[in-house]
């Protein structure tokens, strides 16, 4: 299985500022078909995941321009902007490109400083 | 809009079984592979089976098979799990989750499920 790895585990941000997040895969996401099969999603507290960013970069619908996803290969980063309070949760990054074999980060939390 | 309400969760004694639902609306089911994935309290997320649009391609986690067995009926937008020889590791929140190319774009609010004497 594909290992995927998080850090940091927790991270604390005052509103308006900005966060990375990193999560490093333990083989390349780079599929035969030349896609990257990375995507970000978050859970809020007492929510369910919802989806961030696939394919590495693309917004999903609705999901504002303050997140962007980057990376390459094994390395990957979500960075957020201007940190709003309903930014705060759990981030997981998740891979697909071992198909039917999907597995996800350990998660890195996002409190307020 | 698209909502998945899972159902059917709740207390079960080691080596029972349990069967979830999750009703689909707001898309067109029969076109979309469907998957479960479960939380187990305070941990992150795993992947636990998947099925696509027309049931012929179905896999699981090597921690489920065997016990567990995912259908789907199109008819009735309606996507199950049969879980069976349930475990104390099984006791999670599990998710139903749609499947769009390689990433999970829906997902339901989840239903518990506790194994436990």
């Known amino acids: 299985d594909v290992v995927m790895t998080q850090t940091p585990v927790s991270l604390s941000v005052s509103l308006g500022g900005q966060v990375s997040i990193s999560c490093r895969s333990s083989?390349?996401?780079?599929?035969?078909?030349?896609?990257?099969?990375l995507s970000w999603y978050l859970q809020k507290p007492g929510q369910s995941p919802q989806l961030l960013i696939y394919k590495v970069s693309n917004r999903f619908s609705g999901i504002s321009d303050r997140f962007s996803g980057s990376g390459s290969g094994t390395d990957f980063t979500l960075k957020i902007s201007r940190v709003e309070p309903d930014d705060l949760g759990v981030y997981y990054c998740?891979?697909?490109?071992?198909?039917?074999?999907?597995?996800f980060g350990a998660g890195t939390k996002l409190e307020l400083k | 809009e698209v909502q998945l309400v899972e159902s059917g969760g709740g207390l079960v004694q080691p080596g029972r079984s349990l069967k979830l639902s999750c009703l689909a609306s707001?898309?067109?089911?029969?076109?979309?592979?469907m998957n479960w994935i479960r939380q187990a309290p305070g941990k992150g997320l795993e992947w636990v089976a998947s099925?696509?649009?027309?049931?012929?391609?179905?896999y699981y986690a090597d921690t489920v098979k065997g016990r567990f067995t995912i259908s789907r009926d199109n008819a009735k937008n309606t996507l199950y799990l049969q879980m069976t020889s349930l475990r104390s590791e099984d006791t999670a929140l599990y998710y139903c989750?749609?499947?769009?190319?390689?990433?999970?774009?829906?997902w339901g609010q989840g239903v518990m499920v506790t194994v436990s004497s």
């Open positions: 083989q390349s996401l780079v599929h035969n078909n030349g896609n990257t099969y």
């Open positions: 998740g891979q697909g490109t071992q198909y039917l074999m999907y597995t």
């Open positions: 099925i696509s649009s027309s049931s012929s391609y179905i």
């Open positions: 989750a749609r499947l769009n190319w390689r990433y999970f774009d829906y």
């Open positions: 707001g898309f067109t089911f029969s076109n979309y592979g």
